[in-house]
């Protein structure tokens, strides 16, 4: 009897326990971003000048009623993370699926038709690939109005070059192949074969990468928050609560050590499951767990 893929699937996870752990830390920071309001115990921007840099209720002098203590304005640092949750998930997923589109479609003309456009877009990767991608999102920022949406389309625009490559070099294998080759034989038309028998082979990769490539996004905002380039005050931000916090990294640690920690946690999860997926999505797997 052939094996159900749900049971493949659950199987792959309990043999793996970086892909448990990092399910779990971007199954709680979903739960986080959109039940923010609910789960945070004060409003991300209240300021009480008479609590500000409270330390967390783990150190001496520190209370549960701020569970990771407070900073220089009296903002409760728990809430602020809850609710930089959604900024960092909604620009990491978002500019993921702008550079997702416009790279896997580069991939699919160069991969496919080859010749003078497989030339022209590998140049003009070439090109992108050779200009560090944050500096090329600084210029952007720096010319462009700030804001989550500026920040979606930035991150997305300089983000589709790992898509190009693995897209382009999986469909020159593809396009060999003798489903391929049946199909142009009866004369379909290129943008069938590309969109229904290239396309739906190279989509476990393009998931794979889009889910590495979160991350990335993710601290690619931050670092542009960090420089003051990125989301702007009122909005909550992690890069922004860092840059805050260095000021006091000296005497009131927990400050700027908490958003870091929370960066990085979600960070490495996301790594982790996207590591997950890809054994998940290799046919060759052999089930063995990491």
Request: aromatic share 8%.
């Amino acid at each position: 009897m052939q094996k159900k893929p749900g049971g493949r699937i659950l199987r792959l996870l309990l043999q793996s326990y970086t892909g448990c752990v990092g399910l779990f830390i971007v199954t709680a920071m979903v739960v986080f971003a959109v039940f923010a309001k609910q789960i945070a115990p004060f409003e991300p921007n209240a300021m009480n000048p008479l609590e500000m840099l409270k330390p967390p209720a783990f150190c001496e002098g520190g209370s549960m009623k701020h569970l990771l203590g407070t900073d220089n304005l009296g903002h409760d640092i728990f809430s602020r993370i809850v609710y930089g949750t959604r900024v960092s998930i909604i620009i990491g997923v978002c500019s993921v699926l702008i550079a997702g589109f416009i790279g896997t479609a580069f991939g699919l003309v160069a991969g496919y038709f080859g010749g003078f456009a497989d030339a022209v877009i590998m140049r003009v990767t070439d090109a992108f690939h050779a200009i560090p991608r944050t500096l090329l999102a600084l210029v952007a920022v720096s010319v462009m109005s700030s804001g989550v949406t500026t920040l979606i389309i930035v991150i997305g625009v300089t983000g589709w070059i790992t898509y190009a490559r693995v897209v382009r070099s999986e469909v020159l294998a593809l396009k060999n192949r003798e489903f391929v080759k049946a199909a142009i034989t009866v004369g379909t038309p290129d943008w069938r074969i590309i969109l229904d028998h290239i396309l739906p082979n190279v989509l476990s990769s393009v998931i794979v990468v889009s889910t590495l490539a979160v991350a990335t996004s993710i601290i690619a905002e931050s670092s542009l928050s960090f420089l003051g380039l990125g989301i702007q005050p009122p909005s909550i931000s992690w890069g922004g609560m860092l840059s805050t916090g260095r000021s006091y990294i000296a005497t009131n640690w927990w400050v700027a050590t908490m958003p870091g920690i929370a960066l990085t946690v979600t960070v490495l999860g996301i790594m982790f499951l996207g590591n997950w997926l890809r054994d998940v999505m290799d046919p060759h797997h052999t089930g063995s767990g990491s």
